[in-house]
């Protein structure tokens, strides 16, 4: 390939807009390996997902499946996705306070709604409740994810946070909470009232659409 139609060269003369998806993927993935190209492997993670939902949804283990893709590129790819979820919350935490269920669940709905194992998140709030941080303080099977009570408040004592508000995802599509879902809410609510920080709300996440335990009075 000549050196101006390679992916870099492109990038920096025109910028990452002129860029396919595929290039910029090879981008991240540096190099090849003995007769795959950085572009080969590039296609074959793309074809292995629906989307780019799908993608940033992949763990290292899962990456790792394409051939060509080591830990080391995996993890680079892991990364990049991350950061795109922190600059979709970014707006979200610029904001004077928490204010809605709904805000709330636009902030985590990306976040969630394609993974296909339970995520137990913790959002950090201050006392005039901004979000300080999202922490993910739990992984799953398809339909649980065993938490406790010390887990959430280790990380919100730490941080100084005033508040917390809870959220999980259901990859069954379902938001109806579960026995286990409630049973668990009102013990971090309980040991929230003995640390002296309050829990908010509860929200479970499924697909485009969620439940606010707040609003159905399960709190």
Same mark, same amino acid.
């Given at each position: 390939?000549?050196?101006?139609?390679? *992916?870099?060269?492109?990038?920096?003369?025109?910028?990452?807009?002129?860029?396919?998806?595929?290039?910029?993927?090879?981008l991240l993935i540096g190099?090849?390996?003995?007769?795959?190209?950085?572009?080969?492997?590039?296609?074959?993670?793309?074809?292995?997902?629906?989307?780019?939902?799908?993608?940033?949804?992949?763990? !290292?283990?899962?990456?790792?499946?394409? *051939?060509?893709?080591?830990?080391?590129?995996?993890?680079?790819?892991?990364?990049?996705?991350?950061?795109?979820?922190?600059?979709?919350?970014?707006?979200?935490?610029?904001?004077?306070?928490?204010?809605? *269920?709904?805000?709330?669940?636009?902030?985590?709905?990306p976040r969630l709604r394609?993974?296909?194992?339970?995520?137990?998140? !913790?959002?950090?709030?201050?006392?005039?409740?901004?979000?300080?941080?999202?922490?993910?303080?739990?992984?799953?099977?398809?339909?649980?994810?065993?938490?406790?009570?010390?887990? !959430?408040?280790?990380?919100? +004592?730490?941080?100084?946070?005033?508040?917390?508000?809870?959220?999980?995802?259901?990859?069954?599509?379902?938001?109806? *909470?579960?026995?286990? =879902?409630?049973?668990?809410?009102?013990?971090?609510?309980?040991?929230?009232?003995?640390? =002296?920080?309050?829990?908010?709300?509860?929200?479970? +996440?499924?697909?485009?659409?969620?439940?606010?335990?707040?609003?159905?009075?399960?709190?």
């Amino acid at each position: 390939m000549p050196p101006t139609d390679r *992916p870099r060269e492109r990038l920096l003369h025109h910028g990452p807009s002129a860029l396919s998806t595929t290039e910029l993927l090879a981008l991240l993935i540096g190099h090849g390996t003995p007769g795959r190209t950085a572009e080969h492997i590039a296609r074959d993670v793309l074809a292995s997902t629906s989307s780019l939902t799908d993608l940033a949804a992949r763990d !290292v283990s899962e990456l790792r499946l394409v *051939p060509g893709m080591g830990p080391a590129k995996a993890a680079t790819i892991c990364a990049a996705m991350e950061l795109a979820h922190r600059i979709q919350a970014e707006p979200f935490a610029t904001r004077t306070a928490v204010s809605s *269920p709904s805000q709330l669940a636009g902030l985590m709905r990306p976040r969630l709604r394609h993974l296909r194992q339970e995520s137990f998140h !913790v959002l950090l709030l201050s006392s005039a409740n901004h979000l300080i941080r999202t922490v993910c303080i739990g992984m799953g099977s398809l339909n649980a994810c065993i938490v406790h009570p010390r887990e !959430v408040f280790r990380i919100a +004592i730490a941080e100084s946070a005033a508040a917390v508000i809870l959220v999980h995802n259901h990859p069954s599509g379902n938001t109806e *909470p579960s026995q286990e =879902d409630i049973t668990i809410t009102r013990q971090i609510v309980e040991a929230g009232r003995i640390v =002296d920080i309050r829990v908010l709300d509860h929200l479970i +996440i499924a697909g485009e659409e969620f439940t606010s335990f707040a609003e159905r009075l399960l709190l």
